[in-house]
């Protein structure tokens, strides 16, 4: 018998893709990820600790996560009308949501550049995806996108809020022109949410077709990888029955449940990150060749000189800090390398290497 090889049995749409790349950050200052750098008090890491110590491990995990899903929506302001989902990350809710949609001929669109996960998961599930192009500033084109959607008849538009990896908040009367005019679903992707200044949570139930989508990894704990989404009944009772049973496990729950009981150390975290975001961008803004977006997200996008986008990501990796290299993309994000907002002295190792880099770049 002929043995059977990868090339017989996987979709050629699979073969064709490559694994999503995570570099290892042995050593180094880690910038790369959107990660919140502050850790816990030890007082609180201790009574976490006890918490834990009184999970039944040998039992399934509450199916609905019931008891979370209570304090997210106290902690979270969730709408009462709405009902909420959670989720292995938010990938894994958008695994649902495009499973749920999935049949031949159906189109998947999004801003671009966004979010690589609405793509990478529309073709593993063989959906087309089609990616509207942002203006040179990043900002959304709203003309472009309704006459996209007229052509397209998506069945989900995600749009992140604010946008991934740019950083920028679309105006909320164009996200709203959007939600009027779109046929399928709209998913407000608001990973970025505790560091924007909007938010659509209130509005799910005042539009017919809006989800919300968020995480609580941004926040500090993404090390659990728990997403919910938030929607109406009539939706969420039929992205219910594709969410595999017990698939957030039940140190996640209570780990999670115990953090949002104690949101006010998260809160002021969070609060830190924003305010050390704007003497960063005026930090990035100061250096000659080098152009900072505006950011409503724990991170800055930033543009260096032309042709040197990886010279000078490598340059600061060499340097002993990682953060993203964007430029390999092109397009819009030619020359764009993306940076975490860190600590303060995480900041200043991430600039210094950044000076020394470019210095050497030209």
């Given at each position: 018998m002929t043995a059977t090889m990868p090339a017989d049995l996987i979709r050629p749409q699979i073969?064709?893709?490559?694994a999503y790349p995570v570099p290892s950050s042995q050593g180094l200052v880690k910038l790369d990820a959107m990660e919140n750098?502050?850790?816990?008090?030890?007082?609180?890491?201790?009574?976490w600790a006890e918490r834990l110590s009184t999970v039944a491990m040998n039992r399934y995990p509450d199916p609905q996560g019931t008891r979370l899903a209570l304090a997210l929506r106290r902690v979270m302001q969730v709408p009462e009308s709405a009902r909420v989902m959670l989720g292995n990350?938010?990938?894994?809710?958008?695994?649902?949501?495009?499973?749920a949609v999935a049949s031949?001929?159906?189109v998947i669109m999004a801003p671009e550049p966004g979010f690589v996960m609405y793509r990478m998961i529309a073709l593993w599930l063989g959906l087309e995806f089609v990616g509207v192009p942002l203006n040179e500033d990043f900002s959304l084109d709203r003309p472009?996108?309704?006459r996209a959607l007229d052509t397209h008849q998506p069945a989900v538009l995600f749009l992140a809020y604010p946008n991934n990896p740019t950083g920028n908040r679309w105006s909320r009367r164009d996200v709203e022109a959007l939600l009027d005019r779109a046929p399928g679903l709209v998913v407000l992707d608001e990973a970025y949410g505790p560091f924007a200044d909007d938010s659509f949570l209130p509005d799910v139930g005042r539009f017919?077709?809006?989800?919300?989508?968020?995480?609580?990894?941004?926040?500090?704990?993404?090390?659990?990888?728990?997403?919910?989404?938030c929607g109406p009944p009539s939706w969420m009772?039929?992205?219910?029955?594709?969410?595999?049973?017990?698939?957030?496990?039940?140190l996640t729950q209570v780990a999670a449940e115990f953090a949002l009981d104690h949101h006010e150390v998260l809160d002021q975290q969070a609060a830190a990150i924003r305010r050390d975001r704007e003497p960063l961008?005026?930090?990035?803004?100061?250096?000659?060749?080098?152009?900072?977006?505006?950011?409503?997200?724990?991170?800055?996008?930033?543009?260096v000189p032309q042709g040197k986008g990886r010279q000078v990501f490598e340059g600061i990796r060499d340097r002993g800090v990682l953060i993203k290299d964007l430029s390999g993309q092109g397009g819009l994000l030619a020359d764009c390398l993306r940076v975490t907002v860190g600590t303060p002295e995480e900041n200043q190792h991430f600039l210094k290497a950044l000076e020394g880099s470019l210095a050497s770049a030209t």
């Open positions: 073969r064709a893709l490559s750098p502050y850790e816990w008090p030890a007082s609180l890491q201790t009574a990350g938010s990938d894994e809710l958008i695994q649902i949501l495009l499973m031949p001929g159906r472009a996108m309704e017919e077709r809006l989800l919300v989508m968020r995480t609580v990894s941004k926040l500090g704990l993404a090390g659990l990888r728990l997403g919910y989404l009772d039929e992205l219910e029955k594709v969410r595999l049973p017990y698939n957030v496990n039940v961008s005026q930090a990035l803004e100061g250096m000659p060749g080098v152009t900072p977006f505006p950011s409503e997200a724990n991170f800055i996008l930033f543009r």
